[in-house]
């Protein structure tokens, strides 16, 4: 008797003693004493959150009564020149004038906006009193339309403050925006379900963008027949955001490896690193762009394959949106930032452009190489989903592996042979690297640790991919 009250009575003690937060406690025994965790370096726990989202060919029409339903009163539409003439935009006007909407429109959105586009956008839609926006277009689009919304309710918030740090100043967003809807016209981006805008910070010559929650569309209104008007190449370039979303976001760091634990739920990230949900949705995009994504680019008129891209994105927006993407696209903005003279086929602008999409993709077996010795089981499942033989395959091979599949996969989709052919050399690499460094918010989610000299190879070895 007298052992047991010894051992009952240490249990006591330790209990007392022990960390009170959820990562190392039982909570049924915390009562009203329990304190800060002052242990855990870590975070413990993922929070998901996405746009509620209505798919449908010909779900469009439904916008007018949607807007009918919010009560709005004057609703700011977005769009681009492009689009401005193009079915998506007419079909949604048709639905506004059918329902009886007052709106106004703006259609000067810039493909890869910048910070200068982005304030023209704001200064339009502060200009008006506006009660719901529309966005209707790619991940341009929706992200302007995200960053107008954002600043015309914080109208006097200087425009860095928002701005993820330490470009910016990442103040955290804590009023409610205006509700927002998202009528995607490509398959890519995934921005009707998140909430980050992206553009490029012209000073730096490298993209940055606002990460927030409070960001993400109200609804998304995914309507495959949108995608049937995109010309090859930006199916491909769209197509290839998707797959280094669901790349990148199923390798990430584990969410409960990302620090530090936050001492506020508000101050958790939206990018969080991988766990058991994205990881759901990341996986099965995957599977998705292994299946239809080369029809849906040589086949513009293969309704199946474009439908089932259009859904891959917005799979993969909901794995990446909450999960976050690393290496490929923390080093892609310096490459659309810096670009000089290339201007990629299929995109009708007046301006050098290397469109997202592809300054994401052309360092992904560099990338995946470099982080397989981390987590090679991952690596070697997305090898094989893309249809490399796994079955002899050691983990020391992973990434050379799925490097190899990817540049075939690349290969087939008549991808450039790297970053000398949209017009970089190797006296670029130090300004590339220079660029990928205050990308903080996604280089740090990679699984391995890197340094500048890391960085300087990953560049150099994405010279050239064939």
Same mark, same amino acid.
């Not at 959105?109 to 304030?119: G, Y």
């Given at each position: 008797?007298?052992?047991?009250?010894?051992?009952?009575?240490?249990?006591?003690?330790?209990?007392?003693?022990?960390?009170?937060?959820?990562?190392?406690?039982?909570?049924?025994?915390?009562?009203?004493?329990?304190?800060?965790?002052?242990?855990?370096?870590?975070?413990?726990?993922?929070?998901?959150?996405?746009?509620?989202?209505?798919?449908?060919?010909?779900?469009?029409?439904?916008?007018?009564?949607?807007?009918?339903?919010?009560?709005?009163?004057?609703?700011?539409?977005?769009?681009?020149?492009?689009?401005?003439?193009?079915?998506?935009?007419?079909?949604?006007?048709?639905?506004?004038?059918?329902?009886?909407?007052?709106?106004?429109?703006?259609?000067?959105?810039?493909?890869?906006?910048?910070?200068?586009?982005?304030?023209?956008?704001?200064?339009?839609?502060?200009?008006?009193?506006?009660?719901?926006?529309?966005?209707?277009?790619?991940?341009?689009?929706?992200?302007?339309?995200?960053?107008?919304?954002?600043?015309?309710?914080?109208?006097?918030?200087?425009?860095?403050?928002?701005?993820?740090?330490?470009?910016?100043?990442?103040? /955290?967003?804590?009023?409610?925006?205006?509700?927002?809807?998202?009528?995607?016209?490509?398959?890519?981006?995934?921005?009707?379900?998140?909430?980050?805008?992206?553009?490029?910070?012209?000073?730096?010559?490298?993209?940055?963008?606002?990460?927030?929650?409070?960001?993400?569309?109200?609804?998304?209104?995914?309507?495959?027949?949108?995608?049937?008007?995109?010309?090859?190449?930006?199916?491909?370039?769209?197509?290839?955001?998707?797959?280094?979303?669901?790349?990148?976001?199923?390798?990430?760091?584990?969410?409960?490896?990302?620090?530090?634990?936050? /001492?506020?739920?508000?101050?958790? /990230?939206?990018?969080?690193?991988?766990?058991?949900?994205?990881?759901?949705?990341?996986?099965?995009?995957?599977?998705?762009?292994?299946?239809?994504?080369?029809?849906?680019?040589?086949?513009?008129?293969?309704?199946?394959?474009?439908?089932?891209?259009?859904?891959?994105?917005?799979?993969?927006?909901?794995?990446?949106?909450?999960?976050?993407?690393?290496?490929?696209?923390?080093?892609?903005?310096?490459?659309?930032?810096?670009?000089?003279?290339?201007?990629?086929?299929?995109?009708?602008?007046?301006?050098?452009?290397?469109?997202?999409?592809?300054?994401?993709?052309?360092?992904?077996?560099?990338?995946?190489?470099?982080?397989?010795?981390?987590?090679?089981?991952?690596?070697?499942?997305?090898?094989?989903?893309?249809?490399?033989?796994?079955?002899?395959?050691?983990?020391?091979?992973?990434?050379?592996?799925?490097?190899?599949?990817?540049?075939?996969?690349?290969?087939?989709?008549?991808?450039?042979?790297?970053?000398?052919?949209?017009?970089?050399?190797?006296?670029?690499?130090?300004?590339?690297?220079?660029?990928?460094?205050?990308?903080?918010?996604?280089?740090?989610?990679?699984?391995?640790?890197?340094?500048?000299?890391?960085?300087?190879?990953?560049?150099?070895?994405?010279?050239?991919?064939?």
């Amino acid at each position: 008797m007298a052992g047991r009250n010894r051992v009952a009575n240490l249990l006591r003690q330790l209990e007392k003693a022990s960390c009170r937060c959820p990562a190392h406690s039982n909570t049924l025994h915390q009562g009203t004493e329990a304190a800060t965790c002052t242990v855990r370096k870590t975070d413990y726990a993922v929070e998901m959150a996405s746009s509620n989202i209505r798919y449908g060919e010909g779900v469009t029409q439904e916008i007018g009564m949607d807007l009918q339903n919010m009560g709005a009163r004057k609703v700011c539409l977005m769009t681009d020149k492009n689009l401005s003439r193009l079915p998506p935009v007419k079909a949604v006007l048709e639905s506004l004038a059918k329902n009886g909407i007052n709106y106004k429109v703006f259609d000067s959105v810039r493909v890869e906006p910048t910070d200068s586009s982005f304030k023209e956008a704001i200064a339009f839609a502060k200009n008006e009193v506006f009660d719901v926006y529309v966005a209707v277009g790619g991940g341009s689009v929706i992200d302007t339309c995200k960053a107008a919304n954002l600043y015309a309710c914080h109208p006097e918030a200087d425009f860095l403050d928002f701005v993820n740090a330490p470009i910016g100043k990442g103040k /955290p967003i804590t009023q409610s925006l205006k509700p927002l809807i998202a009528v995607p016209t490509t398959a890519g981006t995934g921005s009707e379900t998140t909430g980050v805008a992206i553009f490029d910070f012209e000073k730096l010559k490298a993209k940055t963008g606002i990460a927030s929650r409070a960001l993400k569309p109200t609804l998304g209104i995914v309507d495959p027949l949108h995608t049937l008007h995109m010309p090859e190449r930006v199916a491909a370039n769209s197509g290839f955001d998707v797959l280094c979303h669901a790349l990148e976001s199923y390798t990430a760091l584990p969410y409960n490896m990302r620090s530090p634990c936050p /001492p506020n739920p508000i101050n958790r /990230p939206a990018y969080q690193g991988s766990n058991p949900i994205s990881d759901v949705w990341s996986r099965h995009a995957l599977n998705v762009v292994a299946k239809y994504m080369k029809r849906s680019v040589y086949d513009p008129e293969d309704v199946e394959a474009r439908s089932n891209m259009h859904l891959a994105s917005v799979f993969a927006g909901i794995g990446f949106g909450n999960a976050g993407v690393h290496l490929c696209h923390g080093m892609s903005y310096p490459i659309a930032g810096n670009v000089k003279t290339h201007k990629a086929k299929g995109y009708n602008v007046d301006h050098p452009i290397v469109p997202h999409g592809l300054s994401v993709v052309l360092t992904s077996p560099a990338v995946f190489t470099f982080t397989a010795s981390m987590c090679p089981e991952r690596h070697l499942e997305v090898a094989e989903t893309l249809g490399a033989d796994v079955s002899n395959a050691k983990r020391d091979d992973a990434g050379l592996l799925l490097a190899d599949t990817l540049r075939q996969f690349l290969y087939d989709l008549n991808v450039e042979d790297g970053l000398h052919a949209v017009g970089y050399t190797k006296d670029d690499v130090p300004g590339l690297v220079k660029g990928t460094l205050p990308q903080e918010r996604v280089t740090k989610l990679s699984p391995r640790e890197h340094t500048e000299e890391d960085l300087t190879h990953l560049f150099e070895a994405s010279m050239k991919l064939y």
